[in-house]
């Protein structure tokens, strides 16, 4: 008998506006440009904790244009993700760093992050999730085939393209969300 390599389930995470606050100017999001202002949302490390002890991967992916604009500097964008990794409650992170104009694959609603990640950790799409802020992680997350959930922060942006989706107002309470929809063993 072969053993077949088991599916994993995860919950793939934006990381502005879902685990860290974005810097909005006129009612829009934009990424934090250094290090000293990325700041996490409270309650993070507790609400990937829970995903962790009910059995998903946690995986992080990120646009990050602002390094292919020439705004931020890579090494500012690395030293945010060393400190997500050093809490020990993400399994990965997937960034893109192209500008706008170079219509990369990766780039959100591109998929090219989720497929990866889906090849290297043996991810079961159907039993996942993605959690965003913004149309480009809801349009990915059923381009990809994952369940998407919506952190509303009232962008003065289009949400046309949102389709109906389940909403929450932050991570806490998306995860509960996800945690209220797995079957009781």
Not at 73 to 99: A, F, P, W
Request: net charge positive; charged share 20%.
């Amino acid at each position: 008998m072969v053993n077949m390599p088991m599916d994993f389930s995860a919950v793939f995470l934006d990381r502005d506006g879902v685990i860290n606050k974005p810097i909005i100017i006129n009612d829009k999001p934009y990424a934090p440009k250094t290090y000293n202002e990325f700041k996490l949302y409270p309650g993070i490390c507790k609400s990937l904790k829970a995903l962790k002890i009910n059995g998903f991967l946690t995986i992080v992916v990120t646009n990050q244009p602002d390094i292919g604009n020439g705004i931020t500097q890579l090494y500012e964008v690395q030293l945010m993700h060393e400190r997500l990794m050093k809490t020990n409650l993400i399994d990965g992170i997937y960034m893109c760093s192209h500008s706008q104009r170079e219509q990369c694959s990766c780039r959100k609603p591109g998929i090219k992050m989720l497929t990866d990640a889906k090849k290297k950790f043996n991810i079961n799409m159907s039993n996942s999730w993605l959690i965003g802020d913004r149309w480009s992680d809801v349009s990915a997350a059923r381009s990809a085939g994952l369940t998407p959930i919506f952190v509303d922060h009232g962008y003065a942006e289009t949400k046309s393209k949102l389709q109906t989706c389940i909403n929450a107002k932050n991570l806490k309470s998306a995860v509960k969300k996800i945690v209220a929809s797995l079957p009781i063993l």
